[in-house]
Each structure stands twice: as structure tokens, then as C-alpha cells.
């Protein structure tokens, strides 16, 4: 192993992926997981010993059963997916490691993590890995001539491990409700500033709701920070004895979590938003009215579960109308023209916490590239409170499976393949969901029917 790391450290490689090669050639890695991403943004992978990891990860990749890549939220196949079933016999794929994604995992010394992309027998990316797709986006956006940075902001829910609130104050910004959420929180505090690119962390609108806010950076790293995010909140709180929930409305009467979106676009390392003045840039609202016009069919990308469409009522601080305006938080587009073009800016606020990282960027930007191709100019941004203007957004998920079922011109960006079999899994959900009896039902009918 050694003469391959240092092949591999004379080559020019990341900061990142040279520390990685330094710390396996001098031993300070017992272990390296190997992590990809399931549909529905769980963390998915392999613990690897750290000596058998460098040839492997820069060979054939490390071989898994491509069912993990085709199932629904409790890790049920879906039957009727196009790209992977039983008529093929769920096959191997196989995680090859982006070597740049390496970070020490802060709650296991002397492990190592990295993310994958994953790939068929022939080498060719697999069309069921939110990651390629993503990574095709971007390089549609490529084409144009365009980069896109983004900063993400995720809400959560620290509980009891039976899912009852532990805090019962629901001050957003509150210092002393961040206090009465240590020890945990200010351990989440010091793992995600190591794991990912944090810049900060608040209590939210919830008792015992928390929002995490990343690092404005380039788009693929900004959507593996929130994988990284996601398992790393999940596994202080359960250090803790604690719940981590990023369900999207786990309390009818309480605040439900967002997944909000800050995206900006960059020419030749120029803000490509800029403008003169306080007005969008003609590019702006190219990308703004793509966002309107394909809003209905991308939400299911952000939000693909039952609950993640109780978020989406007046006065919740999530949207409720497909409408855009500026710093206005009842959009669900908000516009941020700031005193710098650097800071430049696009909120989409639609999507929920439980959604899959990488699909709900690539939906996004995939918007963004269709209002660019288009060329279209939204109509004048909205004021005042827009909860009652405008189109509604899908009011559940069986609208959105077929909204997003009917947009050929997303599909065609994002991947039409990519897309069918998201849209079955999703679509399974739903069908599931209609099959069951609630007890709010047999409450209502049962002894007066």
C-alpha cells in the first residue's frame, strides 16, 4: 500500500485527499466509511479497514447491492422500477470514494469518512445515484457557462427518544433556549464544525427546534455537507439520549422544518447576479421565472414524503403559493439584491427537511437552467403577505408525483430515467399511505356511521 499512496501523493491532489493518503501511510486510520446516499437522503455505506481501503477505492470501488439505491423510506424495494428490479436481479454497483470528500469522522477516532459516486459494471455512473444526478445539473449549467454556489439552511427537532418535546419554549433566536439544549447542542456545535462547512446554529420557531446554516459554497460540496449534516445531527443526539427528527411536521400545532436554498450563479469566477443598482440582473430573473414556472413540478424533489405537504399553510413561515418577491418570507421565492454582488442572491423555500440533499439542490438548479435556456422574465415581484395570491402549491404528494410525472423539460435536465424511478418510489408512498385507516378516522366514523 505504501508505493501506491505515494504514487498517489506525487499526483496533484486536494488538501483533503492528501491529508487522507498521509494519514493511511502513517497509520492514524484504523477505518474509513464509505458512504452514499439511499433516495430518501439516508446514509448509506461500508466500514472498511483502513489497509484495505486505498487499493480498493482506486480500483474497482466497493461492490453493494443495487436494491439500496430502489427503496422507500423503512428500506422496502419498490417494485416497478425501470432501472433496477427483480427481472435484473439487483446486481452489484459499486461505491467508488471521491477522495476530496474526506473528513475524520469527529465521534470515532481514528476513522475516516468519505462520499461516493456509484457505478455500474460497465463504469458508467449509476442513474439511481442522487449524487450523478446532481452532478449531471451541473454540468448542463456547464454548458451554459455557469457555476452555481449554495448555502443551506436545515431544520430540525431535538426530542425525547419517544418523540415527545423535552423543551417546551418556542422563542427562535433564543440564547437561553440554546442553553437549556446543551450539553447536546453545543456538541452538535463543535462535530459539525468539524464534519462540515458550518456557520452557525440557533433555535427555531419549535420547542426544542434547532436550524443549522452551511457554508455558501460550490453546489455539489454544499449538497454533501448536508448528507454529512444529516448523519452527523442523528448521531450526537442519540450519544445523548436524544431524537433527531428532520420529519417535515412532526406536531400539527408547532412549527414544521424547511430546507430553504441560497443559490447564486458565477461566470469566470465573477457573480454572474450582479446588477447595477437595487434591481435582479437580467440573468436573475431568467433564473427566477424558471423557478416559477417549474415550482409545482420540482417540489415533489424536496418534499417526497406524505407529512412534508403539512408545511405548506398560511402563516407558517413556509409557502403556501407559487409566488417570488423580495426578502419577503410568504414567497416561496425570495429575491436578496444585497449592498455587495457577491452576496447576490435566490431563496427557494419550498423544500422540507426530510428531503434527499441532492435531489433537492439538483431540482432546484435544474429550474434555474430551464429559466436560463428559456430566457424568460417572471412577472413583477409580489408584495405584502402572498399566502393568499398566486398558485398553490401541490396540497399533497399524490399531486406532485403527477406534476412532477408531466414536466418533460425537468426531466430532460435531471435525467428522464432518473426521474420515472423517483417518481415510483415516491409514488409508493403515497399508494401506501391511502391504504391505511388512521385513528382520526375511526374516531370520526366508527360509532356514527
Not at 430551464?370 to 403577505?385: D, K, Q
Request: overall charge negative.
Amino acid at each position: 500500500m505504501t508505493s501506491t499512496v505515494d504514487a498517489r501523493a506525487d499526483a496533484a491532489v486536494s488538501e483533503r485527499e492528501r491529508n487522507l493518503l498521509s494519514r493511511l501511510a502513517d497509520g492514524s486510520l484504523r477505518e474509513i466509511e464509505v458512504a452514499w446516499s439511499d433516495p430518501f437522503g439516508h446514509a448509506q455505506g461500508k466500514r472498511i479497514p483502513a489497509r484495505q481501503f486505498l487499493d480498493r477505492a482506486t480500483g474497482t470501488g466497493f461492490a453493494f447491492c443495487e436494491a439500496s439505491l430502489g427503496w422507500n423510506t423503512d428500506g422496502t424495494v419498490i417494485d416497478g422500477l425501470q432501472l433496477t428490479n427483480w427481472d435484473s436481479g439487483y446486481p452489484d454497483v459499486f461505491a467508488v470514494p471521491d477522495l476530496d470528500t474526506f473528513r475524520a469522522l469527529p465521534w470515532r477516532p481514528g476513522v475516516g469518512h468519505v462520499i461516493s459516486d456509484i457505478v455500474r459494471h460497465d463504469r458508467t455512473p449509476s442513474l439511481l445515484d442522487p449524487r450523478a444526478v446532481l452532478k449531471r445539473v451541473l454540468n448542463r449549467l456547464a454548458a451554459l457557462g455557469y457555476t452555481a454556489t449554495v448555502g443551506v439552511e436545515f431544520e430540525f427537532y431535538l426530542l425525547n427518544p419517544d418523540g415527545t418535546p423535552f423543551q417546551h419554549d418556542i422563542h427562535a433566536y433564543s440564547l437561553e433556549n440554546a442553553n437549556a439544549l446543551d450539553p447536546v447542542l453545543g456538541e452538535l456545535y463543535e462535530t459539525l464544525s468539524a464534519f462540515t462547512r458550518l456557520e452557525g446554529i440557533q433555535t427555531e420557531y419549535g420547542p426544542g427546534q434547532v436550524e443549522t446554516n452551511l457554508v455558501y459554497t460550490d453546489a455539489l460540496e454544499a449538497a454533501d455537507d448536508s448528507a454529512r449534516l444529516k448523519y452527523a445531527v442523528k448521531e450526537v443526539a442519540r450519544r445523548h439520549g436524544k431524537l433527531a427528527s428532520f420529519m417535515a411536521k412532526p406536531f400539527a400545532d408547532q412549527s414544521g422544518s424547511s430546507a430553504h436554498l441560497h443559490i447564486s450563479l458565477w461566470r469566470d469566477g465573477e457573480p454572474a447576479f450582479a446588477s447595477d443598482g437595487h434591481q435582479e440582473s437580467p440573468l436573475a430573473l431568467h433564473a427566477v421565472s424558471g423557478l416559477l414556472e417549474h415550482l409545482p413540478s420540482i417540489t415533489l424533489f424536496g418534499a417526497h414524503t406524505v407529512n412534508a405537504y403539512r408545511r405548506f399553510e398560511p402563516d407558517s413561515f413556509a409557502p403556501a403559493t407559487v409566488t417570488w418577491s423580495r426578502d419577503n418570507r410568504s414567497a416561496a421565492v425570495r429575491s436578496l439584491v444585497e449592498s455587495t454582488p457577491e452576496a447576490n442572491r435566490i431563496e427557494l423555500r419550498s423544500g422540507a427537511s426530510d428531503s434527499n440533499p441532492y435531489w433537492l439542490v439538483a431540482s432546484a438548479l435544474a429550474a434555474v437552467v430551464a429559466g436560463l435556456e428559456a430566457g424568460r422574465t417572471p412577472p413583477p415581484p409580489a408584495e405584502g403577505n402572498l399566502y393568499e395570491s398566486g398558485t398553490l402549491l401541490p396540497e399533497s404528494l399524490g399531486v406532485a408525483v403527477a406534476l412532477a410525472a408531466q414536466d418533460d423539460t425537468i426531466a430532460d435536465i435531471l435525467g428522464t430515467e432518473s426521474v420515472r424511478d423517483f417518481v415510483t418510489i415516491a409514488r409508493s408512498e403515497w399508494e401506501l399511505y391511502h391504504r391505511q385507516v388512521s385513528d382520526w378516522e375511526r374516531r370520526r366514523y366508527l360509532a356514527s356511521s
